[in-house]
């Protein structure tokens, strides 16, 4: 599962199960990590894309594989060598001589925009126009683009709009206009720089500040939700330690310290510059988002956000995804996660928006959590319904016991239940929707996604989005490490 990649390039992917919907034509590209040599943490590889070409009408498939080519990654090829901290693998130091080095040049970086932090995109892929997708990670600095059909990297993207921080989310959200929303992070004594970017130029445009609650250690937030008009920031209390990223220490959580007495802020940020409000909320950590959309409030006046969501009662699942962990036998289960909703008042009968308040924890989406086997991650919808009432959700599940997702599953939040599919020794990764052609139900369409699996073979399944059953499976011509994100650019989409 967390084996090293390889660059391969293009060659024929046969399809050894069932047949490609004559009407999927295009190209799945994912992203993830895939050289761990030296590495302590599953988020801490290089990062390597995989891209797998579908020919629904011709019924065939090819796959490439290669590495990004980051400043990071180019220094560990020729070096063998480490040249910047991943998320928990710090860069060694030989001995006190030359850990007292390490002290002094991560206290410099920190004081040089973007410098203390790796530019190792490997978490996600964003589709822009001209058939180029943005790699990224958490690092401004960690952002390439990417030729979508040769997986050949391009430039590293660099700003000089004006909009402050050197941290970022590697899950910039699309409005339906196209405009990207996410937000930079400005450290110490910083917070979240909100703003939108133009998907051409990449120019971007700030349309709020919020500030940290703790200038020191600010928390840490992988992702975040939006509807057409409001940003989602929800904050849990997991505070980044500076003293471990300047002196390379291991706290709680990688870098990180969970102070959950301290509860968690949600801040709901207007998209139109017109302000932000920030609410309160019982402690929970999270990872990933399924969506979120406006509606009216169920108290029958005024408004109110409803953001779906996985969520932990604590971050153990950062420990959970080291690699001592993941390779033990007997392995640990892997800890719990659920389906959530968090409802946040956005406005009164009046129209203003509603001050700030105290939010009740999130609420199970499912009648029976062991249904899906109490574990959700890389929660996805139909595109289409990004930012809009929907129905359904797709995620990664559990079968148990295992010590990592191993299941893929439609959720129907209309009658509270969840249907799986899995495959004894496969580990799934992100599934990816596409919806069919001309679909009016918002299930009609493929699930998307790689499998790993433990005899070392990989492939991609195609799911019925309804059904949950196998529609078809490639099999891929290389070994594809544990994916994180990725997308699916139909043929024809940004050319």
Not at 57 to 67: I, L
Not at 255 to 268: A, I, N, S
Not at 276 to 295: D, G, I, L, S
Request: proline share 8%; aromatic share 8%.
């Amino acid at each position: 599962m967390v084996g090293g990649g390889e660059r391969v390039a293009e060659a024929p992917a046969p399809v050894v199960s069932g047949r490609l919907p004559a009407w999927l034509s295009g190209r799945l590209v994912l992203n993830g990590c895939g050289e761990y040599r030296g590495m302590q943490h599953l988020f801490d590889g290089y990062a390597c894309l995989s891209g797998v070409r579908l020919d629904g009408p011709a019924g065939t498939a090819a796959a490439s594989q290669r590495f990004l080519d980051s400043d990071a990654y180019g220094h560990f090829r020729r070096t063998g060598r480490m040249k910047y901290r991943e998320f928990q693998t710090p860069v060694p130091a030989d001995g006190p001589a030359g850990r007292a080095v390490a002290v002094v040049d991560n206290l410099v970086a920190l004081m040089s925009k973007g410098r203390a932090f790796t530019d190792n995109a490997s978490v996600s892929l964003t589709p822009l126009p001209g058939g180029q997708l943005l790699a990224l990670s958490e690092a401004i600095s960690a952002a390439y683009l990417v030729d979508g059909t040769s997986l050949a990297t391009g430039r590293q993207v660099t700003y000089t709009d004006g909009v402050a921080g050197d941290l970022t989310t590697a899950h910039p959200k699309v409005l339906p206009d196209g405009t990207i929303v996410n937000f930079s992070r400005s450290l110490p004594f910083g917070g979240y720089h909100v703003y939108v970017q133009d998907p051409a130029s990449l120019e971007r445009k700030q349309v709020a500040f919020v500030r940290d609650r703790d200038p020191l250690a600010p928390c840490w937030v992988h992702d975040m939700a939006a509807t057409a008009n409001h940003l989602i920031i929800v904050e849990p209390p997991i505070f980044m330690s500076m003293p471990s990223l300047v002196l390379g220490a291991s706290r709680q959580f990688a870098f990180m310290d969970w102070k959950p007495e301290l509860g968690t802020r949600v801040h709901v940020v207007a998209l139109d510059g017109s302000g932000a409000v920030t609410h309160t909320a019982p402690p929970f950590f999270t990872f990933h988002f399924a969506n979120a959309f406006e509606r009216p409030a169920a108290s029958g006046s005024g408004t109110e956000i409803c953001v779906d969501f996985s969520v932990y009662d604590d971050p153990e699942i950062i420990n959970d995804l080291s690699l001592d962990r993941l390779n033990a036998f007997p392995g640990k289960d892997i800890s719990p996660s659920w389906l959530r909703r968090l409802t946040i008042p956005l406005a009164g009968a009046d129209g203003r928006p509603v001050g700030p308040s105290t939010l009740a924890a999130p609420t199970p989406l499912i009648r029976d959590e062991s249904s899906y086997g109490n574990f959700v991650e890389f929660p996805a919808v139909n595109p289409r319904y990004r930012g809009l009432p929907y129905r359904y959700a797709y995620t990664t599940a559990a079968v148990r016991p295992t010590n990592m997702g191993n299941a893929l599953a439609r959720h129907d939040l209309a009658d509270g239940t969840s249907r799986l599919w899995h495959a004894p020794g496969g580990m799934p990764g992100e599934p990816v929707f596409v919806p069919r052609p001309g679909a009016v139900s918002e299930d009609d369409g493929v699930v998307l996604a790689a499998l790993a699996r433990g005899d070392g073979r990989s492939s991609v399944v195609v799911l019925d989005g309804a059904s949950m059953k196998l529609v078809a499976e490639v099999e891929l011509p290389f070994c594809v490490p544990y994916r994180f994100h990725g997308t699916f650019v139909a043929d024809g989409d940004g050319h």
